[in-house]
């Protein structure tokens, strides 16, 4: 499985290093973004062989506007568009110095998604708090935080030769302005902050 083998990775090179960043990440769940700032996500990239996996976790307010489950045609049809938008990844992955190939990508959008379809009121001898009653479980979910996971995995050529990844969520999504970036190739690893205007992940520095 490909939680399993990158687990692994990132078991196995976290294991061999004492460096203080790669420790804490892995003690925070490395594929969780433990801080939920709205504006701030997460980006963990590993290159192991000629295969290069990248996660990026965020906010869902920073790429869709809300944190609820999505119940109006308007926010189901901004979810499909995140959707979209999550799996073109050439719009916002471009990489140098290697050419690279999606081979999966797998969005989890499940946290703003409707857990079941929207219930419709019946007419009945119940009394208004009917109406109030519909509307709970929309209500409840607003008070909670949601995140957005994204996981991908390419095949490059020349996995070693990767130099730079210009990280282009920016520009698609304007209430995302920082993104924390940790990285792991087979000579070194690394932490960086991308922001806009500044969106190039270096990996040979
Ligand atoms: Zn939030």
């Known amino acids: 499985m490909k939680n399993r083998y990158t687990t692994s990775i990132f078991q196995a090179l976290v294991l061999t290093t004492s460096l203080q960043y790669a420790q804490s990440a892995v003690a925070a769940g490395f594929d969780e973004n433990p801080a939920h700032l709205h504006g701030h996500a997460q980006l963990n990239l590993v290159i192991e062989h000629n295969q290069l996996e990248i996660q990026f976790n965020s906010p869902a ?5 809300f944190e609820y489950q ?5 926010e189901m049809a901004r979810v499909e568009k995140l959707r979209q938008q999550l799996t073109n990844v050439s ?3 471009r ?3 290697s050419e690279c190939q999606l081979k999966t990508a797998k969005i989890d959008l499940n946290q703003i998604l409707p857990e079941q379809p929207i219930r419709h009121t019946k007419p009945s001898d119940q009394d208004s708090q009917t109406e109030h009653h519909d509307h709970y479980h929309k209500d409840e979910a607003q008070a909670q935080h949601s995140e957005i996971k ?11 030769k990767l130099t730079v990844i210009e990280v282009n969520f920016f520009n698609q999504f304007e209430h995302l302005n920082y993104i924390q970036a940790l990285w792991i190739t087979h000579q070194k690893q690394g ?12 990996l040979d520095e």
């Open 61 to 65: 307010v920073n790429l869709v506007g």
């Open 70 to 74: 999505a119940s109006t045609a308007d």
């Open 95 to 97: 990489f140098s110095g």
């Open 150 to 160: 994204a996981r991908y995995q390419f095949n490059c050529t020349e996995a070693t």
């Open 91 to 93: 719009e916002l992955y």
């Open 191 to 202: 932490l960086s902050e991308l922001e806009r205007g500044a969106n190039y992940l270096k």
